[in-house]
Nanobody, 124 residues
């Protein structure tokens, strides 16, 4: 079974930056879709950024465009989310998701594999 491990969360002040990482463990994993989601207390899980790996097509939620950057390192089999200009409303548990199929739309919750999440807190 593929497991996804997120790391890089933490506490920062508004305007600060964090970089999240997501790496699968276990057997070699051929994934075609990966994405970052987040869920704040009392709110629904929402897509933050996603990628269709075969076409290297990247999508962002409107509320993070220009501040967050999704990237991947194929050699390390790792997905990253660089988060700049963080705001208190970015506070949430961030989850990595992946699927061997192309998930449409990218922010659908229908990904097959999910990580345990990493907490991001933005507060002064």
């Amino acid at each position: 079974q593929v497991q996804l491990a997120e790391s890089g969360g933490g506490s920062v002040q508004p305007g600060g930056s964090l970089t999240l990482s997501c790496a699968p463990s276990g057997a070699a994993y051929n994934r075609n879709s990966m994405a970052w989601f987040r869920q704040a207390p009392g709110k629904e899980r929402e897509g933050v950024a996603g990628i269709f790996i075969g076409g290297n097509i990247i999508y962002y939620a409107d509320n993070v465009k220009g501040r967050f950057t999704l990237s991947q390192d194929n050699a390390k089999n790792t997905l990253y989310l660089q988060m700049n200009s963080l705001k208190p409303e970015d506070t949430a548990m961030y989850y990595c998701a992946a699927d061997s199929l192309v998930v449409v739309p990218w922010d659908s919750p229908d990904y097959n594999d999910w990580g345990q999440g990493t907490q991001v807190t933005v507060s002064s």
